[in-house]
């Protein structure tokens, strides 16, 4: 595909960066729609996105770190600093964390908060998966005589075989689940609801890619990030359960 862009000058500009930074945009544009729409303070937008930013970047690299833990033992520090490496659900562990913290000492709502940045989260993935797809950066899916599949024979991890171009497909999915959750987190609803729902979808629709995906089982036939999905998607029914049985609340995803 299209690891590099454009060049101004001599300077390359790398799909993978100029979309992640697309993504970190689209992501703070929804939060500071939906501040203004709740009553909270449309400045704090930027705040919270930052901190979703950096503490997505720091657990992501933690858990890259820890999954490569060999490799990287005999220089920890540059491992943590290289540009390589980011994972989606230490991410978003180190984003949560991070929000929450900023959500606390700001003493803003944080059930609101969590609302608000499931649908802002689920954009930005969307946005981000565009760029994986431009930079071949391994996280295509297996080998496939399909006529929409893609070989990356310049890719970041190059392969001259046609592969199921599987970032196009979690863009896709991705968008359809923002749709839900921005049409859910327009309207006044519990604390955490919308935030319970971006689990269990976005849980499944990684459970269901990671089929297509080359990563190779780690337990029971799943990869990491299925089982990652599986606790994903329970952790969000069990908050909708327990929500309906505390305020009455549907576990449909009311538009």
Known sequence: MHPILFHVGSRPFYSYGLLAVLAMIAGGYIVQRLFRRHGIDPGAALEVTVAAILGGLAGARLYWLAEHWREAQGDVFHSMLRGAGFTWYGGLLGGVVAVIALARYRRLPLGLVANVMAPAVTLGYSVARIGCLLAGDGTYGRP???????????????????????????????????????????????????????????????????????????????????????????????????????HGVTLEPAA
């Open 144 to 246: 496939s005589d399909l006529p929409w599949a893609i070989a990356f024979p310049h890719g970041m991890v190059p392969t001259s075989v046609a592969v199921q171009p599987t970032p196009a497909y979690e863009t896709l999915a991705m968008l359809a689940v923002f749709v839900v959750l921005y049409r859910m987190a327009r309207r006044p609803q519990p604390g955490w609801h919308v935030f319970a729902w971006f689990l269990v979808l976005s849980g499944v629709e990684r459970f269901a890619i990671e089929f297509l995906r080359i990563n190779p089982p780690w337990l029971l036939g799943l990869t990491p990030p299925q089982w990652f999905a599986l606790a994903s998607v329970l952790v969000g029914t069990g908050a909708l359960l327990a929500q309906r049985l505390r």
